[in-house]
């Protein structure tokens, strides 16, 4: 387990994973958010924290057919183009899609609602990192992954040229 942790901690692509807390003695008990019952939400919140997603920041990674790479800061968010498209960019920050905007209105008034607690004055990685951390509501924050990939995977992410 250990030589797992060095590598997760050493990948800047698992950055969603730095710092998580496992349990001591945890052997091969299953993270909590692999236990999301609904499989396309469980693959949604995977895919979020592996960084196998349909966003700009992996899928602009490499060389394609018809287009080299692109460097980290070209990765444009398809929505707002202000930004480098991350997931902690379009789950809590992006505001260029109406869909997008209410769809995280809901997802927070439910959060709020839900009497989870969370830290005030976070970055949002450390947001989505603790949003993702909690037990209790890993299957709705699964649930409003999955919605927004798919608001994502609807538009063609943003190239220059």
């Not at 698992?14 to 019952?37: D, E, F, N, S």
């Not at 924290?49 to 692109?70: G, I, K, M, W």
């Not at 970055?123 to 992954?145: N, P, T």
Request: aromatic share 6%; proline share 2%; glycine share 6%.
């Amino acid at each position: 387990w250990k030589t797992l942790e060095e590598e997760i901690v050493a990948s800047d692509r698992l950055y969603l994973l730095h710092g998580r807390r496992t349990p001591r003695g945890a052997g091969g008990k299953l993270q909590h958010y692999l236990l999301v019952r609904d499989t396309n939400h469980r693959r949604a919140i995977t895919k979020i924290l592996l960084s196998d997603h349909c966003l700009a920041v992996e899928t602009l990674r490499r060389n394609s057919r018809y287009r080299p790479a692109v460097p980290r800061e070209e990765r444009m968010c398809r929505f707002c183009e202000q930004e480098v498209e991350t997931p902690e960019h379009v789950l809590l920050v992006c505001e260029g899609s109406e869909a997008l905007v209410r769809e995280r209105s809901r997802f927070l008034e439910w959060v709020q609602r839900s009497g989870a607690t969370l830290r005030a004055g976070q970055e949002a990685v450390e947001r989505l990192k603790e949003l993702i951390r909690l037990e209790a509501i890993v299957g709705r924050v699964a649930l409003f992954a999955h919605t927004v990939l798919l608001i994502y995977e609807g538009k063609d992410v943003h190239r220059d040229g």
